[in-house]
């Protein structure tokens, strides 16, 4: 029987699962999508994994990040959990140590995590401009009709640079179409926007701050080679892609579920395969208590009040048992 540590990290856009052995190896790598329905991701993944096991599967322990961390750690018994730096960093600094620079950029949002002697020492995030994103990506991919996939390749293939603004979506978008009316081919104005939203990205995110090398580049968007190609020459250093780039969150979780349970000698909270059948209802409501009017979380299983948050007073997540 495998003996395993399960991190769960539930974004957006991508539900991610991995299982670790006890030596910390990769033994499974789940990509999902989460399609608005973070709980029903969760539960897919851990029957995907059950299944991939054959049912022959010890769980030692849980962790879980993203932004729906403490929705999916409450249905599955997490033993961690732990927000995206945490996670994210805890991930990089175990697979690439060293690491003094993490870009992470998935499909709606993205991060630069800066790391000194394997601890966070400062981090930013952008979770509103497309610009720096992977879905703007995919948007001018679709409009070019190129698929994604082939996307980055085809811009290493540019063979003149042309500059398109990337400040935003609709100006890079409105520029794109020009410099296709001048003529530039396809692959040039690919090339062209990797260097945008690099551009947009560093100047973003980092800002007024010192990027030093190693650099990890990870998230869905690292495997595209002509943003890597795009990084390197702006930050004129090797880029580093890790293997599992789209899931270093989940191995991240794991890895934090391993060191607390062999740091405490817990026995793991996992509420066992069976959870992804229970009946797990969030609701939300405002509380009218004071002018703050909270937007507070509720959650039930099998009709009882399991944990509540989102109060800043506190007076709701106390009021669970
Ligand atoms: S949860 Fe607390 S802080 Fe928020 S509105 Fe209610 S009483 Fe006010």
Not at 67 to 81: C, E, F, H, K, P
Not at 87 to 116: C, M, Y
Not at 147 to 158: C, H, K, Q, V, Y
Not at 217 to 244: D, S, T, W, Y
């Amino acid at each position: 029987m495998d003996k395993v540590f399960i991190g769960i990290d539930v974004g957006s856009v991508s539900t991610d699962i991995v299982a670790l052995d006890v030596e910390g190896n990769i033994l499974s790598t789940q990509y999902l999508r989460t399609n608005g329905q973070p709980i029903e991701a969760a539960r897919k993944g851990l029957r995907n994994l059950k299944e991939e096991f054959k049912g022959d599967i010890e769980v030692l322990g849980v962790g879980t990040t993203g932004s729906g961390r403490q929705l999916t750690g409450i249905m599955v018994g997490a033993d961690v959990i732990k927000n995206e730096i945490t996670a994210h960093a805890t991930a990089t600094i175990t697979l690439v140590p060293g690491t003094r620079t993490i870009f992470e950029i998935g499909g709606q949002d993205s991060k630069i995590i800066f790391l000194k002697d394997g601890m966070v020492t400062d981090f930013a995030m952008n979770t509103v401009c497309a610009a720096g994103t992977g879905s703007f990506l995919e948007h001018q991919a679709e409009r070019l009709g190129i698929p994604i996939e082939e996307f980055g390749d085809l811009a290493l293939t540019a063979k003149k640079n042309v500059r398109i603004a990337g400040r935003c979506t609709v100006f890079a978008e409105s520029d794109m179409i020009a410099k296709q009316q001048y003529g530039f081919s396809k692959a040039e104005i690919i090339n062209g926007l990797c260097e945008a939203l690099v551009r947009n990205y560093i100047n973003n995110l980092g800002r007024g701050k010192k990027l030093e090398p190693p650099y990890v580049f990870q998230g869905g968007v690292a495997a595209n080679k002509g943003i890597v190609a795009a990084f390197e020459r702006e930050l004129n250093h090797e880029v580093i892609v890790p293997k599992n780039h789209g899931v270093m969150g989940a191995i991240g979780a794991a890895i934090l579920a391993k060191e607390y349970i062999e740091r405490t000698g817990r026995t793991t909270n996992f509420r066992g395969f069976e959870c992804t059948d229970l009946d797990f209802t969030p609701t939300s409501f405002i509380c009218g208590g004071c002018d703050n009017s909270c937007e507070v979380i509720k959650v039930e299983m099998n009709g009882k009040a399991m944990a509540m948050w989102g109060d800043r007073c506190g007076k709701w997540t106390n009021s669970i048992a």
